[in-house]
């Protein structure tokens, strides 16, 4: 009797143990741990889905033998969907934006980074994978990109503005820029009206056509073509928001001449 008891006793111990041996792995998940540890190492990100096992997204192919075949492990499901079994969908659609294309794992890792929220790499370097880099490091370069990188003016998902922005384009260049709203700006002119940087077209993207002077008919003005809206005036009229090689982040030298024929 007494040593029945010992034996259950130290039984119990044994797969009591045997639990504080591998504490955070199943059993199934150990023995992809045994050839792929580095997915688990510590980062300054790791996706809180790792806790859940490999087979929240891996799953082995039937008949065929892992390492030794091609194709033997595979996604439970393709990228964006094997996203959304656990993030929400709806977060994620928008008028504009990357991820109607699912590329989630184009800027983020599945497991783990040394960047924050599992980023491939840091601002702004992992948008230049995809967007040409010349772009944004022209001679003179908009300041708030080191300080607060794409994400300043971009939302990184989805937006219900155009390009991605947080915010409109206008109310987005006035949240840093207040002052711009003074009549000083682009000209001071005493006694006039301040120059337009909102709520007309823009002259330089509209397209002029050739018709018929009313008042006469043998002659031909230009004017703008009715079927070619044109942009409205912003900031980008004049500034790009990006970089640039003029003074100013202008969009070119002798910024005038791009709508005001002298
Ligand atoms: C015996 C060592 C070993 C074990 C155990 C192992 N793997 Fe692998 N795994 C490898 C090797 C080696 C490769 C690289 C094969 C290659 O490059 O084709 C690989 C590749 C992979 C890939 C990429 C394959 C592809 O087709 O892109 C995935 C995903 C993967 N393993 C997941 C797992 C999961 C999940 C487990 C546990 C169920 C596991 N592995 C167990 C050795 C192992
Ligand atoms: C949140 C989902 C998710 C979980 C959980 C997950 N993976 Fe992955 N894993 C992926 C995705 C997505 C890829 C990339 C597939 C691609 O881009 O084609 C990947 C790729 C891999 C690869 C091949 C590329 C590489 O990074 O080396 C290996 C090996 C791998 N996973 C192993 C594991 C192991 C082992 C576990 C469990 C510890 C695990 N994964 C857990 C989503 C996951
Ligand atoms: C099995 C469930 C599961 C799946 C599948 C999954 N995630 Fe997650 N993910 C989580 C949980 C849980 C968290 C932590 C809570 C949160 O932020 O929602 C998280 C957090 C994240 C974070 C934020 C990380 C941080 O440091 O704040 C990112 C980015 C992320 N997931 C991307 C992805 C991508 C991309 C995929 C598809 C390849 C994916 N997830 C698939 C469960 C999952
Ligand atoms: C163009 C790059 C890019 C793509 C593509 C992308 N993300 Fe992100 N994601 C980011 C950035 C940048 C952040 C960090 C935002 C921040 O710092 O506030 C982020 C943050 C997150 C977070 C953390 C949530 C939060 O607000 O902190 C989750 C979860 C996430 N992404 C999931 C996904 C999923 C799922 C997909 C695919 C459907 C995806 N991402 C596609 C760039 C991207
Ligand atoms: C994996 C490739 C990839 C990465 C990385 C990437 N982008 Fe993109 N981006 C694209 C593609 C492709 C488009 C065009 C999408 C479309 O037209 O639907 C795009 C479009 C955009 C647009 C214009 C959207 C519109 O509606 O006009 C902005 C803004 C943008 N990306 C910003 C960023 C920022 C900021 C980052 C870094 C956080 C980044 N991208 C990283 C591929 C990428
Ligand atoms: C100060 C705000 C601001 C910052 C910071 C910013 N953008 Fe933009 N971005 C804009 C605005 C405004 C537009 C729309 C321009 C237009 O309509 O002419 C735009 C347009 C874009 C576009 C689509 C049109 C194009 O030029 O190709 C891409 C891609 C883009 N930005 C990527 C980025 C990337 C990558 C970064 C970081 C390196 C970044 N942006 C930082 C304001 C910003
Ligand atoms: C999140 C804040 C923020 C937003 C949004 C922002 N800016 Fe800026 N901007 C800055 C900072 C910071 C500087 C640098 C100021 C300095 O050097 O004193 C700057 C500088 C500038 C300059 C002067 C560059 C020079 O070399 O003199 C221009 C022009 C400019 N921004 C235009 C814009 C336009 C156009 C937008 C909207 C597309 C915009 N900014 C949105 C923060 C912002
Ligand atoms: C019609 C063209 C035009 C428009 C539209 C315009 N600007 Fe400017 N802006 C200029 C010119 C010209 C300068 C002087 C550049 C220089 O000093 O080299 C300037 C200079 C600036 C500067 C830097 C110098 C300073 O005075 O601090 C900032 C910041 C700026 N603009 C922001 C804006 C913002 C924000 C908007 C939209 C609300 C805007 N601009 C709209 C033409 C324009
Ligand atoms: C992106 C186009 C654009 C640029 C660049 C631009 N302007 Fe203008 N400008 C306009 C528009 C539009 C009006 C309003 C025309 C109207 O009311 O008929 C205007 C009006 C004016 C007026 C008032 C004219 C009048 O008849 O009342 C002056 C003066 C002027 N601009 C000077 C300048 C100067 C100086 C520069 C360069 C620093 C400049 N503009 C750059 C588009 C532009």
């Not at 892992?66 to 928008?94: A, M, V, W």
């Not at 000083?184 to 337009?196: E, N």
């Amino acid at each position: 009797m007494k040593l029945i008891k010992i034996f259950l006793f130290l039984t119990l111990i044994f797969f009591i143990l045997l639990q504080f041996k591998f504490p955070s792995y199943s059993a199934e998940e150990n023995a992809c741990m045994a050839c792929h540890g580095d997915v688990k190492k510590p980062a300054k990100s790791i996706h809180a889905a790792l806790e859940m096992g490999c087979s929240a997204c891996h799953k082995s192919v039937e008949g065929k033998s892992h390492p030794e075949q091609k194709g033997s492990i595979i996604l439970t499901k393709n990228i964006p969907g094997l996203c959304y079994g656990c993030h929400d969908e709806s977060k994620f659609r928008g008028t504009s934006g990357h991820t109607l294309l699912g590329m989630c794992t184009g800027c983020h890792n599945p497991h783990r980074s040394d960047s924050n929220k599992l980023l491939k790499s840091d601002q702004p370097g992992v948008c230049y994978d995809c967007h040409d880099k010349a772009k944004f490091t022209k001679k003179y370069v908009h300041k708030i990109i080191d300080v607060g990188g794409c994400s300043s003016c971009h939302a990184p998902h989805i937006s219900n503005h155009p390009s991605l922005l947080i915010n409109s384009e206008h109310e987005l260049c006035i949240s840093c820029h207040a002052a711009k709203l003074k009549l000083s700006h682009v000209i001071a002119l005493p006694g006039r009206k301040r120059h337009p940087i909102s709520g007309v077209k823009d002259p330089s993207t509209l397209k002029m056509i050739l018709v018929p002077d009313p008042k006469n008919p043998k002659k031909q003005v230009e004017v703008p073509d009715p079927n070619v809206p044109g942009k409205e005036m912003s900031c980008a009229s004049c500034h790009d928001p990006h970089s640039s090689d003029f003074t100013g982040l202008l969009t070119q030298a002798r910024i005038c001449t791009k709508c005001h024929k002298y």
